[in-house]
């Protein structure tokens, strides 16, 4: 008795999987779905695949490609990937791993002799690939992306200067989100290879998946035509900013790349790195990318809406479940767009989601997709994740405290001119401030694109007026530091933001 007990029960299960894997949704609902969604979120323009059993299933496309411009994307339209190229990164090093041209346990100073970091000799020459590409070195996330933000300089001068950012965690004792890493793991493609890294992702992946619109730079823009406008977004108003070219970084970041071209790079992976006859990922390297190599923690106290109960980061992946799956995926944040690639590979299930604009429902959309095609769950995800976006918009209040705290009708402790001068960062280089036409201008090395006014604000402080609109900071305010000789010696910048840390730079003034 007990024995049919347990054969009924397994067949029970097993019926509730099929039934549950087999779930048929319904194409228009979802599309009117996306519509809304895009509309409520005022994101301008969005392109959205959902790929299944090999195939691309569904496209929808909702927006514009520019704000106030009727011109619609379509599932060919380019949209800049930013992060979702990480996984890129890793494959051609997997690629490399497999021709014998190096190790993922290789120390990178075997390839990359200058690299250091945080003026440790110890850590600098044990940090591995594995170690760059898993987020686990010490640096913390985002630390450093300064350096390298609108910068004309090279990859190897980044690199260089990242060896002077300062340690946020014990070496391998925790996760910071490191793009200066992935600009390194690219530095070491190109000296292996004798190619930049967007010659070995065109060559070793994109032609022979037949990813045709996919671009490694924003110079190719113009002649491949179809791409959307990236927006910033200011006091509720989203206005077109002009496209970034991260060919300099582009492994961590730098794939244009469209719907179309994306399901097929879904496709590849959930075949595990096989495309046609040509197996291009061996099956150690696909498990090796998609084991957790650094762990994040989850409330286990509590039920949560993935049905979630692992979290981690592999070789250029994000890995978790979603309601006891395995799911792989990434998120990419670029000047003026936001995307998501994620997929669900036992149920060869992967959606990706490209949009123009900061205010963005990636997530939103990819749980509702996983819900109507997996059946687990009605939840409305664009409605719940607006509210908490909103909500946290709300409590931002770093703007407003520096606002609030300015003393009005005060001076500056000394003539404007005498705060001109060179400064020295030693994880950037050298920032000059000088007067002209009786106000103070702002410049950073190899940054045009930065230079601003400064504009009195109170005491030795001045807030700094952008030449051009920026993507992730609109306002910031920089304080000139005294010594007890009042003698100006440096700078201390506050330009709240959750990317670019300003704060980080720390200039010292040359010969005060």
């Known amino acids: 008795m007990k024995k049919h ?64 411009k009727n011109e619609k994307p379509d599932e060919h339209t380019l949209y800049a990937i930013a992060s979702n190229s990480k ?9 490399l791993v497999q021709e014998g041209k190096l190790n993922w346990n290789d120390r990178v100073m075997e390839h990359l002799p200058y690299f250091s970091l945080f003026d440790d000799p110890w850590i600098s020459a044990h940090v591995t690939i594995r170690d760059l590409l898993s987020h686990r070195v010490g640096l913390g996330t985002f630390s450093g992306d300064v350096i390298w933000y609108k910068n004309e300089g090279s990859a190897e ?38 190619k930049t890294w967007g010659e070995n992702i065109q060559e070793r992946i994109l032609k022979p998946l037949g990813m045709d619109r996919t671009t490694t730079t924003a110079k190719d823009l113009d002649k491949r035509g ?10 509720g108003i989203n206005f077109p900013i002009a496209f970034e070219d991260w060919d300099t970084i582009g492994a961590t970041g730098g794939l244009i790349s469209s719907v179309s071209d994306v399901a097929k790079w879904m496709i590849f992976n959930m075949n595990h790195g096989i495309i046609g006859e040509d197996t291009l990922i061996s099956r150690g390297n696909r498990n090796l990318m998609w084991t957790m190599h650094n762990v994040n923690v989850v ?63 990636i997530m939103a959309a990819t749980y509702y997709a996983f819900d109507q095609f997996l059946g687990t769950g009605s939840k409305d995800w664009s409605g719940d994740m607006l509210k908490r976006s909103l909500a946290n918009q709300a409590n931002d209040t770093r703007i407003a405290d520096i606002k609030k705290a300015r003393v009005l009708n005060t001076k500056t402790s000394l003539s404007p001119s005498q705060f001109a001068g060179a400064y020295r960062s030693d994880i950037y280089g050298k920032i000059e401030v000088k007067e002209e036409k009786g106000a103070l201008r702002l410049y950073f090395e190899d940054a045009p694109r930065l230079s601003a006014s400064l504009k009195h604000w109170h005491y030795d402080t001045y807030e700094i007026i952008w030449d051009e609109k920026h993507a992730w900071f609109n306002f910031g305010t920089l304080q000139f530091l005294l010594n007890n000789k009042m003698q100006v010696v440096g700078m201390d910048f506050n330009i709240p933001n959750d990317d670019i840390f300003f704060e980080e730079l720390k200039p010292v003034k040359i010969n005060p």
């Open 157 to 194: 001068d980044f690199i260089k200067r990242a060896g002077k950012v300062p340690q946020a965690f014990e070496f391998r004792g925790g996760y910071g989100y490191s793009n200066l890493m992935y600009v390194t793991a690219g530095e070491i493609i190109r000296k292996i290879t004798g």
């Open 299 to 361: 409330d286990h106290t509590q039920p949560n809406d993935l049905g979630r109960h692992f979290s981690g980061y592999g070789l250029g992946w994000n890995l978790g479940d979603f309601h006891g799956k395995l799911m792989v995926g990434h998120t990419g944040g670029y000047d003026g767009m936001i995307t998501a690639v994620t997929m669900i590979p036992e149920e060869k299930l992967g959606v990706v989601v490209l949009t123009n604009g900061h205010q963005s429902p």
């Open 5 to 68: 007990f347990h054969f009924f029960w397994v067949f029970f299960l097993f019926a509730i999987h099929s039934l549950q894997a087999q779930t048929t949704p319904d194409l228009q609902k979802l599309d009117a779905y996306f519509e809304q969604m895009v509309k409520d979120w005022d994101v301008p323009g969005a392109s959205i695949g959902i790929v299944q059993d090999g195939q691309l299933v569904f496209t929808g496309n909702y927006g514009t490609k520019e704000v106030d």
């Open 226 to 235: 179809n791409y959307v406008t990236p927006h910033g977004r200011e006091e």
């Open 87 to 95: 996984a890129f990164t890793s494959a051609v090093l997997a690629m």
